[in-house]
């Protein structure tokens, strides 16, 4: 029996299509391609034994049948149809706390040495893992024009235990002493042997003595011997 010759090519035909295929290699790659697209990480696993009968880009659609991109369907709408479904085997929880832990953090743009002064120009803002929130400093107004501490290097959040503190009187800057015996007020001129704050006790050197002697912070200038010091206004001055 002579078997027609247009069966015989359309069977040669048909079967050379059919031994077209892509490979879970190829469609691997192809959906992870596409994850990336959608700006997602791509975990993607599949055996590269697996065949499909071959599908055109254009025919090939990706959908994320989950709302998670965590399950992802392949489809083929072309001439051979066919669809799976692929799992993206992400660590979501993992995710989740590694996004939580980004903050938008005050750095410096290159290292400093201790003492030295921050400018606004100096800092930048950047995303960065954070441990420690507590003392962190997040307005720039707050870092502008203060000392460093100690040395830092660049890209290291910025803490308000890394800056000089503002003291009222300042170790080795020049202040008065004043004492107060009724309604008279010796003044002497001093240096500061120690930093300290408003009202605290603070050890001066009387320039003109030489004496070391304790006292309280009245303002920026002024250090008396005796707290209730602080309330006499009334009074004549003696140098």
């Given at each position: ?10 069977l040669?035909f ?7 295929s ?24 599949i ?8 599908c ?8 994320d049948?989950?709302g998670?991109?965590k399950?992802?369907k ?12 692929t ?9 989740l ?16 040495k201790?003492?030295?002064?921050i ?5 930048i803002?950047?995303k960065k ?16 024009g203060?000392?460093?501490k100690?040395s ?10 890394n ?21 008279i ?6 240096i ?6 408003f009202?605290?006790?603070i050890?001066v ?26 309330w ?8």
């Open positions: 029996m002579k078997i027609p010759l247009i069966f015989i090519i359309s040669l048909f079967g050379h299509l059919n031994s077209k892509i490979n879970g290699a190829e469609l691997e790659q192809k959906v992870s391609d596409w994850l990336i697209n959608k700006n997602q990480k791509p975990h993607i696993k055996l590269s034994e697996l065949k499909y009968p071959f055109n880009d254009d025919n090939l659609l990706f959908s049948i989950s998670t991109f399950l992802i392949v489809t083929c709408t072309g001439e051979n149809k066919w669809s799976f479904i799992r993206n085997k992400k660590n979501f929880k993992k995710e706390s590694a996004n939580n832990n980004e903050s938008k953090v005050l750095v410096l743009k290159s290292s400093k201790s003492g030295s002064i400018r606004e120009d100096d800092i803002i950047i893992k954070i441990g420690n929130k507590s003392d962190l400093i997040v307005e720039k107004k707050d870092i502008i203060k000392k460093l100690n830092m290097s660049s890209n290291r959040p910025l803490h308000y235990s800056i000089q503190k503002d003291w009222l009187i300042e170790k080795n800057s020049n202040i008065i002493i004043e004492n107060v015996i009724g309604n007020v010796i003044k002497e001129e001093g500061a042997l120690e930093n300290a704050d009202r605290e006790k050890q050197k009387n320039l003109k003595s030489g004496k070391i002697i304790q006292g309280f912070v009245k303002n920026e200038k002024k250090v008396v011997l005796k707290t209730k010091q602080f006499i206004k009334d009074v004549i001055y003696i140098k």
